[in-house]
């Protein structure tokens, strides 16, 4: 096997990856400062704190989160069976943007002094949720085509990773379950309409009452 191949195999993993670089920017990013005092405050500092652990690579969950990566990808590259991991690693992942999911609704409701934080948060965060949606679309379909059953969401006949990519893009625009054939599917689909509306939505409605105040 070439090196190029080799340094192939493990695409997954580089794809959930750019997810985990946009949350380090997300919390990054997170300027507290600029938001009023008060209950909630207290409960985004306490989801600052819990994002900057398991992103800073100095710290112990960080640290592990590190080793546990770099340890799947030469696995990976090894051409050892890393669906498991590979699946924890994508779980992990899902967790911190639920965490992020809470902290940009808690913002829609925070004592905010300028629009500039919600903004550079969403446009932060709408790629985190779209990748995300698009590995869980993915995955639905891969454990149908293991179970050698029809796949659970019918995007093209061979769909590749620009068109679940674009599945979990287009709900902005076209809601629709048609595509979907199980009740995974049907869920999966159902939470990504709701959290894209609810992000974009009321993200920018107090953005630019912000703006105008």
């Not at 190029?4 to 997300?26: G, S």
């Not at 995007?155 to 990773?161: C, I, K, R, S």
């Not at 054939?181 to 107090?206: M, P, Q, Y």
Request: aromatic fraction near 12%; charged fraction near 15%; include cysteine.
């Amino acid at each position: 096997m070439t090196l190029l191949k080799r340094l192939k195999k493990p695409t997954e993993v580089y794809v959930l990856l750019v997810t985990f670089i946009f949350t380090e920017q997300f919390d990054r990013n997170l300027d507290l400062t600029a938001v009023g005092e008060g209950s909630i405050k207290n409960f985004l500092e306490i989801s600052h704190l819990f994002l900057d652990a398991v992103t800073n690579h100095l710290r112990p969950i960080g640290a592990a989160f590190f080793i546990y990566t770099i340890t799947l990808i030469i696995w990976t590259m090894m051409g050892k069976n890393a669906r498991k991991g590979t699946d924890i690693l994508a779980i992990f992942l899902t967790g911190c943007w639920i965490i992020e999911l809470i902290i940009m609704n808690l913002l829609l409701i925070a004592p905010i002094k300028s629009p500039v934080l919600l903004i550079t948060e969403l446009l932060l965060f709408l790629p985190i949720i779209l990748i995300c949606f698009s590995w869980w679309y993915w995955r639905i379909n891969l454990q149908c085509s293991i179970q050698n059953k029809e796949p659970a969401i019918i995007v093209l006949d061979a769909p590749g990773a620009l068109e679940y990519f674009f599945f979990a893009a287009e709900v902005c625009f076209d809601y629709s379950q048609n595509s979907c054939k199980t009740s995974a599917a049907k869920i999966t689909r159902l939470l990504n309409g709701f959290i894209v509306l609810d992000v974009l939505g009321l993200t920018l409605s107090r953005a630019v009452d912000l703006a105008t105040r």
